[in-house]
């Protein structure tokens, strides 16, 4: 847990919670002290998935929708998809 901490630069407490969060929103697992991404269904895989590509073409405005309000967060992520008339 140190390590992940110090690559995060953050605390193992923050660490540990963010893992402890993460397994119980069904995206990781942990054994014998390893954890490792594995969403728990199809379904939940996809979304992940879905929201990697956004971000890989939309990087400010999908952190922009993760982490605002909800209202402002679902506006931001459906303004990310919108085309621009030039």
Sequence with gaps: MEELARELRSSVGIAT???GE???AGLVTEKDGL???E???TEL????EEV???YAKFPVATVQA???TPKES???????FRIKKD
């Excluded at 895989?45 to 992940?48: D, I, L």
């Design 52 to 54: 990697a590509e956004a």
């Design 35 to 37: 954890y490792r991404y």
């Design 22 to 24: 993460l397994g119980g």
């Design 39 to 41: 969403p728990s269904n």
């Design 66 to 68: 993760i982490l605002g």
């Design 74 to 80: 679902a506006q931001l992520f459906a303004d990310a």
């Design 17 to 19: 919670n963010v893992l």
């Design 45 to 48: 895989r996809g979304v992940v």
